[in-house]
């Protein structure tokens, strides 16, 4: 069984700062792409940032220069660090990974339960 844990969420007001954070814990063998998704009531889920197994990030338009992704392996874990947030950033935030199975090495999609960030004044 395979988990996948955030935290960080919460209430900031236009132009604050949050970080949030992504711990994959179980029967893992390696941990591929690491990826935030995000999703606004009434719209559709969408990519945020993704990084790869080697570290390098790719990121929405929407969100370059204002979020930066990062993942620490020792740990198993995935971070969102965003700056200069926005109301239109107001979504529930989602972790997602590509993991390979310790036991039968196979490789699977997973996805974490989510995180409120609200960002109003």
């Known amino acids: 069984q395979v988990q996948l844990v955030e935290s960080g969420g919460g209430l900031v007001q236009p132009g604050g700062s949050l970080r949030l954070s992504c711990a994959a814990s179980g029967s893992i063998f390696r941990i591929n792409d690491m990826r935030w998704y995000r999703q606004a009531p009434g719209k559709q889920r969408e990519l945020v940032a993704a990084?790869?197994?080697?570290?390098?990030?790719n990121y929405a338009d929407s969100v370059k220069g204002r979020f930066t992704i990062s993942r620490d392996n020792a740990k198993n874990t995935v971070y969102l660090q965003m700056n200069s947030l926005k109301p239109e950033d107001t979504a529930v935030y989602y972790c997602?990974?590509?993991?390979?199975?310790?036991?039968?090495?196979?490789?699977?999609?997973?996805w974490g339960q989510g995180t409120q960030v609200t960002v109003s004044s």
């Open positions: 990084i790869t197994s080697g570290g390098s990030p």
């Open positions: 997602n990974a590509d993991i390979t199975r310790s036991i039968t090495r196979v490789r699977v999609n997973y």
